[in-house]
């Protein structure tokens, strides 16, 4: 039997692959617009780093990475999402010595051992971006913007972003408290899971996915509800600065985001074009991860955007570009002498940027010209002893099927090259 891709994986190639390349594009384009600088990390880290930022009660940590040991013993991990390695690289690159904030973006391969759905894949890609040094809630509402003006210039409809805030280290340890007095109430008809992680990190049961825990959850004390006034403050003012940017949003109480880092403002866009896989991008702040990797304690705020799920909203939207990749000519020939002009005038159009070509297969003229149909050539020519003997040859328009006369020589004018 042939060999498959892995499950959770996709092959993407022709227009598909040129519609990759304009999003991306559009990504680069708009991240230059904030000052935001490429950064690109290893596809694999040490798994240490992972266990440490993303946490050990995460799903990402205790479901989904895929590990491997290399013949020195040595564990490493693919990587499952950006912000920790864009840290790590950050630290060991002493990039905090850059005026601040420091802002960076990437465009990524990440890998989770997942169980692959729509929307849901074992290797996926985001488009992401950190700023590393400031603790402002204007940096928050300027790297929000980044996310919303990419969305934007996509063209995509309907998005919903959705804020919140989970208060740091201080508001947290009170938060935690009223949570488990209440976990403890119901701990009984919770999934193993949560029952398992509920003592070490009782938050992670609000992003149980399982349907049983989330109705035993529906009344949960929230995070929002236990914020101490300078995280309050914070919020507020976070708000205040995507209403001066225009960029409409909603508080959403209930988000909590699956990784460990988060502190203070967690956000969602959401669609209602993903069906259950409902969220595009998510991010936040991590003020403490810096420290927590070795660093000087900065503050810090990301976003990862799934660029897969991304694609699936703007196809249901019927928003996907057409991208223009077709053929501006066909070279047929008929003879030796033939073949060597069609090969030069091809060289020579590719030299300066027009794309043409040429027969590779021997075929006789009718089948040349199916093929030049089949590619898409918007022109095409045939070159025989006639043409050369002329010098002029009849360019055929494949659209409308008429013809005009050139010289051979003028073809590079007759393109706008001289
Ligand atoms: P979910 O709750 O859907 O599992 P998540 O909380 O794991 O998402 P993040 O780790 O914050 O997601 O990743 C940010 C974005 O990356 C998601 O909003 C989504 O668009 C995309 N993403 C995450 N995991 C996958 C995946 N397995 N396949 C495709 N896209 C993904
Ligand atoms: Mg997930």
């Known amino acids: 039997m042939a060999i498959t891709k892995p499950k959770g994986t996709a092959d993407v190639y022709g227009n598909h692959a040129a519609l990759w390349r304009y999003i991306e594009n559009t990504a680069h384009e708009i991240a230059a617009t904030f000052g935001a600088q490429e950064m690109r990390t290893p596809t694999f880290e040490y798994a240490e780093l992972f266990r440490k930022s993303v946490g050990e009660t995460t799903d990402i940590v205790q479901k989904e990475m895929y590990n491997f040991t290399d013949q020195g013993g040595r564990e490493y991990v693919l990587k499952p999402e950006g912000t920790a390695g864009a840290v790590r690289a950050y630290l060991e690159n002493r990039l905090h010595d850059l005026a601040m904030p420091a802002k960076f973006y990437y465009i990524t391969r990440l890998f989770r051992a997942e169980r692959p759905q729509k929307g849901r894949l074992r290797q996926h890609t985001q488009f992401g971006a950190e700023y590393f040094g400031s603790y402002e809630p204007t940096a928050d509402a300027e790297l929000i913007n980044l996310a919303y003006i990419f969305l934007s210039k996509l063209g995509v409809d309907d998005l919903t972003l959705r804020i919140n805030s989970i208060g740091d280290a201080e508001c947290r340890q009170r938060y935690n408290q009223a949570l488990l007095t209440f976990l403890r109430e119901k701990e009984e008809s919770l999934c193993g899971l949560c029952r398992d992680r509920m003592e070490k990190n009782p938050m992670r049961v609000l992003d149980c996915k399982n349907e049983d825990c989330k109705a035993q959850i529906a009344n949960a004390p929230l995070p929002l509800d236990y914020l101490s006034d300078d995280a309050c403050d914070h919020f507020n003012r ?121 027969d590779l297969a021997g075929r006789n003229i009718k089948a040349q010209m199916k093929f030049a149909n089949k590619i898409g050539a918007k022109l095409a020519i045939i070159i025989g002893d006639g043409e050369l003997e002329s010098g002029k040859v009849m360019v055929k328009s494949m659209a409308s099927g008429k013809e005009h006369e050139l010289e051979l020589d003028s073809i590079p004018n007759y393109f706008g090259l001289h």
């Open 238 to 358: 976070l708000q205040k600065n995507l209403e001066i940017l225009a960029i409409p949003f909603v508080v959403d109480k209930s988000i909590v985001r699956g990784l460990d880092y988060y502190t203070r403002t967690v956000f969602e866009f959401t669609s209602q074009d993903l069906g259950s896989q409902a969220t595009v991008c998510g991010g936040g702040r991590y003020n403490d991860l810096i420290a927590k990797n070795g660093g000087a304690p900065a503050g810090a705020v990301g976003f990862g955007m799934g660029i897969e799920r991304l694609l699936i909203i703007l196809e249901n939207q019927g928003k996907l570009p057409v991208v223009d990749d077709s053929i501006e000519l066909f070279i047929g020939n008929i003879g030796e002498g033939g073949a060597e002009k069609a090969l030069q005038i091809a060289n020579y159009l590719r030299k300066h940027g027009i794309s043409a070509i040429t």
